[in-house]
C-alpha cells in the first residue's frame, strides 16, 4: 500500500488513462478524488473503485475553469485534510498541421492540455506547499517530438513538458517539498486511440496499426496501466528524489 493515508485528485479519470491511473492509484491505498468534465463517466470509475474496496469519490470538473480549481481544491483539502497527489490528465487531441490548424482548434487544445495543467498545478502548489506532495503532468513524447499532422497537439504537449521544469525549481527553491514532473506515453491502447482507428475504412486502420507497431522497438502499443505504473511510482515516496524530470512510457519509441 504505496499510498496509504494520500489523497489524490486525477483529472480526465472517466476513461482510459485517467481511469487507469484512478484505479491504480486507490489499489495502492490512496483516497481518490476522480474528476472529469463528463460526471457519469467518473462515477463508473468511481463505483468499480468502491467495489474492488477502495476509497474514491466523483466530482464533476471543467478543468480549464479557475474557479472550479480553487473551489474543487478549497473543499478537498477543507474535508479530507489536504491534498498529496496531483494528477493532470485531462486533454485533448486535435488533428492539423501549422497550414491548416484552425485558430479554434489551436486555442482549444492551449486550454484543455496547457493552460488547464497551468491552473492545477498553481492551484496544488498553493495547497500542498505547507506539507509537500506530489505533481504529475501527462504531457506525451509529441512534447518532445515533432508530428506534422498534430500541431496544435505538440505545442500544447510541448509546453507541459517545459513548463512542469519550471514549477519543479520554483517549489525546489522555495523548500516547499513538492515535486513536479511529467509523463510522456507513446502509443498507448485507450478508447480515444481505438475510436481514431475505429473512424477509418478497416484496410487502412489494420495498415496504419501494423506500421505503427513496427516502429514501436518493444514492438505492440502499450496499456493504460503501463502508464499508471509510472504515476505510481512518481506519486509514492519511491520517487523522492525525482523532480522536474520526463518518464518517458513508450516503448523505446523516442530511443530511436
Same mark, same amino acid.
Given at each position: 500500500m504505496r499510498l496509504t493515508n494520500k489523497v489524490a485528485l486525477v483529472t480526465g479519470a472517466g476513461s482510459g488513462l485517467g481511469e487507469a491511473t484512478a484505479l491504480r492509484l486507490a489499489q495502492e491505498g490512496a483516497y481518490v478524488v476522480a474528476t472529469d468534465i463528463q460526471l457519469a463517466s467518473v462515477t463508473g470509475v468511481v463505483a468499480a473503485i468502491h467495489a474492488a474496496g477502495?476509497?474514491?469519490?466523483?466530482?464533476?470538473?471543467? *478543468? %480549464?475553469? $479557475?474557479?472550479?480549481?480553487?473551489?474543487? *481544491?478549497?473543499?478537498v483539502c477543507g474535508r479530507? =485534510?489536504?491534498?498529496?497527489?496531483?494528477? #493532470? #490528465?485531462a486533454g485533448i487531441v486535435a488533428t492539423g498541421t501549422a497550414e491548416d490548424t484552425t485558430l479554434a482548434a489551436w486555442r482549444s487544445s492551449q486550454a484543455v492540455n496547457l493552460e488547464a495543467v497551468?491552473? =492545477? %498545478?498553481?492551484?496544488? @502548489?498553493?495547497a500542498m506547499k505547507s506539507h509537500g506532495g506530489s505533481i504529475i503532468n501527462i504531457s506525451s513524447i509529441e512534447g518532445i517530438i515533432g508530428d506534422p499532422m498534430t500541431a496544435a497537439y505538440n505545442a500544447?504537449? +510541448? =509546453?507541459?513538458r517545459i513548463f512542469t521544469k519550471s514549477a519543479a525549481l520554483h517549489c525546489a527553491k522555495n523548500g516547499y517539498r @513538492?515535486?513536479? #514532473? &511529467?509523463?510522456?506515453? +507513446?502509443? @498507448?491502447?485507450?478508447?480515444?486511440v481505438e475510436n481514431a482507428f475505429a473512424a477509418l475504412?478497416?484496410?487502412? &486502420?489494420? &495498415?496504419l496499426k501494423a506500421r505503427l507497431s513496427a516502429g514501436i522497438p518493444l514492438g505492440?502499443? +502499450? $496499456?493504460p496501466i503501463d502508464i499508471a505504473n509510472g504515476v505510481l511510482f512518481l506519486a509514492s515516496d519511491e520517487s523522492r528524489y525525482m523532480t522536474g524530470t520526463?518518464?518517458?512510457i513508450d516503448g523505446g519509441f523516442t530511443a530511436q
Open positions: 477502495g476509497r474514491a469519490e466523483a466530482q464533476h470538473q471543467d *478543468v %480549464t475553469d $479557475e474557479a472550479r480549481w480553487e473551489q474543487l *481544491v478549497g473543499d479530507l =485534510g489536504q491534498l498529496d497527489v496531483l494528477v #493532470n #490528465n497551468f491552473l =492545477g %498545478t498553481r492551484t496544488a @502548489i498553493r500544447s504537449k +510541448g =509546453g507541459v @513538492i515535486r513536479v #514532473n &511529467s509523463v510522456h506515453p +507513446g502509443v @498507448i491502447r485507450t478508447p480515444m475504412p478497416p484496410d487502412l &486502420s489494420e &495498415s505492440a502499443f +502499450g $496499456e520526463e518518464l518517458v
